[in-house]
């Protein structure tokens, strides 16, 4: 079955620091797609990247950017420079088709603090 | 465009009680997911239709049950509701053949 790691349940760091979440997952297929979201107090969840398995080019959308291992079965999320609103849990996702449904398999999440 | 909507954003019931949720998806897609978010832990898969059939279902009773109509709204039913039913319900939709599902608010359902 399809597995995702969040190791870190917590995170707290002063504004402008940088801060990386991390994700490790399993599956046994050769074509997946990675995903991570953010999950603000108010409950739903912001998509910000998807991932296929055959594309390990590392992204950056302005302060946010991931690197994508293949080799390591990991898929980590670096913000640069943090702002108080930044502040969330952020959970990783895995994509897996069941019965020919496309389900979502979440890690536990990372609450991330950002302190001013 | 207006993005997944659910309703009611709020619920309190009682153990034994039912429940019905309500999703709206983005328009233009056709695929609804449900997913349960119990605090402290990531959201469960429970289940997926698209084009009004159910394409497959998470580790839920039978007490769970969710229909689409031909709009692509969905709703959620959840019958003899336990205390372990607390939890955030989540809707998500998504395009044919897409991967990425776009999720809504969420409604807050908790059991006393």
């Known amino acids: 079955a399809q597995k995702v790691t969040q190791a870190q349940t917590e995170i707290s760091v002063v504004e402008k620091e940088d801060v990386t979440l991390d994700c490790v997952y399993e599956t046994r297929d050769t074509t997946y797609y990675l995903f991570w979201y953010k999950q603000p107090p108010s409950g739903e969840l912001v998509f910000l990247i998807r991932r296929n398995s055959f594309d390990e080019q590392n992204e950056i959308s302005g302060r946010y950017s991931w690197n994508f291992q293949k080799s390591t079965s990991s898929f980590n999320f670096t913000i640069t420079a943090s702002q108080v609103v930044d502040s969330a849990v952020y959970f990783c996702?895995?994509?897996?088709?069941?019965?020919?449904?496309?389900?979502?398999?979440f890690g536990q999440g990372t609450r991330l603090t950002i302190n001013p | 465009d207006a993005g997944v909507t659910q309703s009611p954003t709020h619920l309190i019931k009682t153990r034994g009680q039912q429940v019905t949720l309500r999703c709206s998806p983005i328009s233009g897609h056709k695929s609804v997911s449900w997913y349960q978010q119990v605090l402290g832990q990531g959201p469960q898969f429970i289940f997926q239709?698209?084009?009004?059939?159910?394409?497959g279902r998470g580790n839920f009773p039978d007490r769970f049950s969710a229909r689409q109509f031909p709009n692509y709204s969905s709703e959620l039913n959840v019958n003899a509701l336990l205390l372990g039913d607390s939890a955030l319900y989540l809707c998500?939709?998504?395009?044919?053949?897409?991967?990425?599902?776009?999720f809504g608010p969420g409604t807050r359902l908790l059991v006393l």
């Open positions: 996702a895995l994509s897996e088709v069941v019965q020919g449904a496309q389900k979502l398999v």
């Open positions: 998500a939709s998504t395009r044919p053949r897409r991967e990425t599902q776009y």
């Open positions: 239709y698209y084009e009004k059939e159910e394409r």
